[in-house]
Structure formats: C-alpha cells, structure tokens
C-alpha cells in the first residue's frame, strides 16, 4: 500500500516537505513498479530513489551545520546508516533476490518514523532559522552558500 502525505508529516519549512514528498512519490513509484513485477523498473526507480534521498540528506545536514544544530552529527549518522541499508538492498536486487517487499516496508516505516521523530526535533530548535537559511534573500541564498562550502 502506498504512502500518503498527510500534514503530521509536514516540518513547516516548505523546502524540506517538498523533499521528503518526492521521497513518498519514489516509494510509491516503487511500490507501482514492483506490482508490475517490473524488475528492470524497480531497479531504476531504487537507484533514483537513492541519489535523491543522500541530495536530500546533503541539503538537510548542510542547512543543520549552517544553522548550529547541535544534534548535526548523531543526525547525519542516521542518515549513514540508512543509506547502507538502502544499499544493501539494491545489492540484493541486482543479484536477483527479491526485496521490494521487504524494502517497501522498510522504506515506509523509516521514512515516517525519522521524519516525526528525528527531522521534528531539528524543527523545533532550529525551525526559524532554518526557514531563514532557506531564504534566497539571504547572501547568496542557501544554494550559494552551500556551493561555496562544497566547491570552495
């Protein structure tokens, strides 16, 4: 069964609930894909599912460190620890075992269980400057800001 988006899942900073939506729409893609039983689909939809989620995690741990969140770096652990796992699925794809029932559940309970829980914590004790961060008025806006992190 599919992920809807419901508003408990919003965080209130509008960046961050468009992400985490297209997350939902890659596990529902999935989700489609594996109903299918569409195996070259689901390989693809996982793979994109993949390099948006750590995009994802980059803006999100990025805008934290700007912002002074102290919980940062436990925060970015989970991330680390959902991505191996994540991978370890998609390993498990490639070789031909069948995961997507598995992976659907997984995906599901994490996302929304981290999103309550961990990505709500940040909100409250960043949510204002968060908000800011994101703002393009700011020098260079966020996305600047951050290339200039990454690039030099």
Known sequence: MGITWTTDLNTGIEV???QHRRIVEYINQ??????????????????DLV?????????????????????AKPHKAVHEMFIKR?????QRHAAGENVI??????????????????????VREVGVKAQ?????????????RSLKRFFG
């Open 30 to 47: 999935l989700e489609q894909a594996a109903l299918r039983r569409d195996m070259p689909s689901v390989g693809r939809v996982l793979e």
């Open 101 to 122: 029932e598995a992976l659907h559940t997984m995906l599901s309970t994490w996302l929304i269980h981290h999103i309550k829980r961990d990505d709500m914590a940040y």
């Open 16 to 18: 961050i609930d468009n």
């Open 86 to 90: 994540v991978s370890g699925y998609q």
């Open 132 to 144: 800011a961060a994101t703002q393009p008025t700011q020098t260079g806006g966020w996305l600047g």
């Open 51 to 71: 390099d948006y989620t750590q995009s994802h995690f980059a803006f999100e741990e990025s805008l934290q460190e700007e912002v002074g969140y102290q919980y």
